[in-house]
């Protein structure tokens, strides 16, 4: 069967297509948009890496015109609880901090006012990794030419899947080893488990044994 004239036909994924977009797709970060309650606390949570960069720009619209005293707080926390990034009276801007170790990342919006006043709309887009690297201000700071600003990105990009993998193999070593720990000390306790009861039917033979006797029930 042939398409439209000028259009390229094929059966099933082509591969070309799947590795550009595995190689360029993580660059396409589309901004997360959500709308706020006055007097409500909403929150994001993201699972990233160990020693990453993160950037993140937000925008808060205020259809309030100013009234109600309207006032919007963002915070940037960590699983313990570290607050990476804080800003009171947010309405627009930039962040970006460098993660220590792989953890829960939690991002809150929060909304204080008085009266009837409009849902604010929020729009946030985070990035990490490769893509929140400047490609374009290391290309004027080492004087790189396109092309070797796109192989750097490639190489930072490809690094960073081979770091992926490892993790996951990380991972997998330990839910195995977990596993088999986990089954050594079923193993163990159903053992011990059998000889208390061993041991208890034993018990109960010989004292039944020693009350019929005194009963005179049996020689």
């Not at 193999?169 to 977990?178: L, S």
């Amino acid at each position: 069967m042939s398409g439209p004239p000028g259009l390229l036909s094929w059966r099933g994924p082509c591969p070309l297509a799947w590795l550009l977009l595995f190689l360029f797709g993580p660059n396409l970060v589309l901004a997360i948009s959500f709308h706020l309650p006055v007097n409500s606390r909403k929150c994001l949570r993201e699972e990233i890496h160990k020693d990453l960069l993160v950037t993140g720009a937000y925008e808060i619209s205020d259809q309030s015109g100013g009234a109600g005293g309207l006032r919007s707080h963002l915070k940037i926390t960590d699983s313990a609880g570290h607050i990476l990034y804080s800003k009171e009276d947010a309405t627009k801007g930039k962040f970006a901090f460098t993660t220590e170790d792989y953890d829960m990342f939690e991002v809150c919006f929060e909304s204080k006012g008085t009266g009837r006043i409009p849902d604010q709309l929020v729009i946030l887009d985070m990035k990490h990794g490769v893509e929140a690297k400047n490609y374009e201000e290391i290309a004027k700071v080492e004087k790189l030419k396109p092309l070797e600003v796109e192989l750097r990105r490639l190489e930072d990009l490809s690094e960073s899947i081979v770091n992926d993998f490892a993790y996951m193999k990380k991972r997998e070593e330990e839910m195995r080893d977990t596993n088999e720990s986990t089954n050594t000390r079923v193993l163990y306790f159903s053992i011990f488990s059998m000889f208390c009861l061993i041991g208890l039917a034993t018990w109960q033979v010989f004292y039944l044994r020693r009350f019929f006797k005194a009963k005179k029930l049996i020689e």
